[in-house]
């Protein structure tokens, strides 16, 4: 859907704590985290706006956002065990 939102704790609600005590606590998963939403709000934005760009720009976007969200999610896997 177009302009919906994927942050980690809307995708991943079981590990709502998870993430804030990551946020918190590592600096890289903070970094990360931060990049993630940031994509996130921009390609919702382009999104709302009927993407002023490029078919291969935002395929960019949505293909870091991507990466990003399954680093995120081996990063809180990890930390549950």
Known sequence: ???EIHSLV???PEMEETV???SKTDKTFE???G???QLDEEIR???LDNA???DDSMHTLKHERSALKDK???LLLAAKQ
């Open 1 to 3: 859907m177009l302009g």
């Open 10 to 12: 809307k995708d991943f």
């Open 20 to 22: 804030s005590q990551l």
């Open 31 to 33: 970094q990360l985290n």
């Open 35 to 37: 990049r993630y939403n």
């Open 45 to 47: 934005k382009l999104e």
């Open 52 to 54: 002023p760009v490029s």
């Open 72 to 74: 995120l999610y081996q």
